[in-house]
């Protein structure tokens, strides 16, 4: 593993998410919760950064500015699917664990794509083998395994190994 260096604040994002947080949480903004949440916010990036996987850089930001919009869309849909399932009991649905082949190399991309699938209600990734090659997903209701197959493919995977792995 390669030795990086260390900065006061090697994740400025994670920082200002950390002190956002803090402040929502003790729900007020005085002097000394700034300063404290400041502080917590620079040390606890600070402290635990040399224990984070190296991550990607993002090659291609429009494609990732893309690919949230479309996670949200789906995310929307999928929930009104879920919904109708369930305000339908008599609808039969079809439960199925699918064995979905990866493309995708990195550690942090196969994360991403296993969390996507994941927020999309009716999907779930259940299990990514030892070999990561394949993740297990869940699916609530499976017409067909290879449709739902090139579906995540097309609209996650591909998307991310050319935002993350190109």
């Known amino acids: 593993m390669n030795r990086r260096t260390r900065s006061l604040l090697p994740t400025p ?5 950390l002190l956002v947080v ?5 729900n ?4 000394g919760h700034l300063l404290l949440g400041g502080f917590l916010a620079v040390l606890i990036p600070w402290l635990t950064y040399p224990f984070w ?3 990607p850089g993002v090659k291609k930001p429009w494609k990732l500015l893309r690919f949230f919009f479309r996670v949200i869309g789906d995310i929307v849909v999928a929930n009104m699917q879920v919904a109708w399932i369930i305000i339908n009991p008599w609808r039969r649905t079809r439960p199925h664990f699918v064995e979905y082949p990866l493309m995708l190399e990195e550690r942090f991309t196969i994360t991403l794509l296993a ?6 209600p009716g999907t779930v990734s259940a299990n990514l083998r030892m ?3 394949t993740l297990l997903i869940h699916a609530l209701d499976v017409r067909d395994e290879q449709t739902l197959i090139r ?7 591909q998307p991310l190994k050319e935002i993350f792995e190109c």
């Open 28 to 31: 007020t903004v005085s002097v």
């Open 131 to 133: 070999d990561g090659k």
């Open 151 to 157: 579906t995540i493919r097309e609209r996650y995977e």
């Open 13 to 17: 994002l994670l920082s200002l998410l």
């Open 53 to 55: 996987d190296m991550q």
């Open 22 to 26: 803090w402040l929502l949480l003790v």
């Open 115 to 120: 969390s996507t699938i994941t927020l999309t």
